[in-house]
């Protein structure tokens, strides 16, 4: 076996280099590369030649047999493969990431594989599906933000490719008030707190359900507050009630506290901040957001982070809850806000807009 094979090669070399480079698989070019060993005689033996190519004596023996009693095309012709075949191609999984890109795109693992036959007609078992999508994908699933039916469609986006404009608009407006006064730009929202337990997920192990202590007691207050996304300062409020009165208050206090500037103040479109009774201090400048758009205004992500602290928590009364949230909003810096609200495209704005 180790011998020189008696076999007669009647292809040229250069038909046999030709043909290695056409070859679409590595045993395809593995095969033609042991006759043209041969051909330009740099291998002599069965065992040369299986050395250079990489494969056993009694491989490299075969493929000879095949083409001493076929030819070429014996040796080189790709049987049927056999065993499972694979569920998922490249095609696919590449069209998949794509589709998982969509934030309203799929509800669970068993929707990715029902998808998965529709488009590619494969019969992927789910835990083919899990490993691709949870593991060679990195996605998983997470707890989707409510996003109101009465939200216009494009008005996120709209928002976002204006901003820049706006603020530069409202700045020369507030310059009209005292050009000689700095103008800041903050984003105010209002959040309700009680002693209703706050949910948040647990880690635990496979196949062990996490529990969490919950209580129902409806008592709750108000914080209004306001955030400055390219500094990180802040300034907060309690108060037993949502309405007019409150925010009125709550204006006045922001007023007097930053008396040296002029403020340019995102809000959403709540009766109280539009009420006509309201009297919006000489210092202050609205920017109204679009309606059912709370995605854009950054101090929502605050107030995440805030709850999450407060998560599986249990008061026994509002003062005790009170006095918890004070001294979380005290022990909160300016560096933990800015990295919470200063998002890129708030602050790209008020970069063009000079603020």
């Known amino acids: 076996m180790t011998g020189i094979p008696k076999i007669e090669i009647v292809e040229t070399a ?94 669970s693992y068993k929707e990715v594989k029902i998808w998965s036959v529709a488009i590619g007609e494969i019969q992927a078992s789910y835990t083919t599906i899990y490993r691709v999508v949870r593991h060679e994908l990195q996605a998983k699933l997470k707890v989707a933000r409510p996003q109101s039916n009465q939200q216009q469609p494009g008005a996120i986006e709209e928002w976002i490719a204006q901003l820049a404009e706006r603020v530069k608009m409202l700045k020369e407006l507030a310059f009209q008030v005292d050009n000689l006064k700095k103008v800041r730009y903050w984003c105010q929202d209002e959040t309700r707190l009680g002693l209703k337990t706050i949910e948040r997920k647990k880690l635990t192990l496979k196949g062990v359900k996490p529990r969490g202590i919950y209580q129902w007691q409806f008592n709750y207050y108000y914080i209004y507050g306001l955030v400055e996304p390219r500094t990180g300062c802040s300034f907060f409020y309690e108060f037993s009630h949502l309405n007019t009165d409150c925010f009125q208050v709550f204006l006045e206090k922001f007023s ?40 854009v205004n950054p101090i929502e992500r605050f107030w995440q982070f805030l709850k999450n602290q407060l998560s599986w928590n249990l008061f026994d009364s509002l003062k005790s809850l009170q006095d918890k949230v004070s001294s979380l909003l005290n022990s909160i810096s300016h560096q933990v806000i800015q990295s919470l609200t200063g998002w890129d495209y708030i602050l790209k704005a008020l970069s063009l807009a000079r603020l």
């Open 256 to 295: 007097q506290q930053f008396s040296q500037e002029i403020h340019l103040i995102q809000v959403d479109n709540a009766p109280c901040h539009q009420a006509k009774k309201l009297a919006i201090p000489d210092k202050i400048i609205f920017f109204f957001q679009p309606p059912y758009c709370p995605e």
């Open 14 to 107: 250069e038909e046999l280099r030709e043909l290695m480079k056409r070859q679409k698989s590595g045993l395809g070019y593995a095969k033609v590369q042991a006759l043209y060993l041969l051909k330009i005689r740099v291998a002599e033996t069965v065992r040369y030649v299986a050395v250079i190519v990489g494969r056993e004596e009694s491989t490299v023996h075969r493929w000879f047999v095949l083409y001493k009693e076929g030819g070429i095309e014996a040796l080189i012709e790709e049987k049927p493969r056999t065993g499972r075949p694979k569920k998922l191609n490249v095609e696919i999984v590449a069209k998949l990431q794509q589709e998982l890109r969509d934030p309203e795109r799929f509800t």
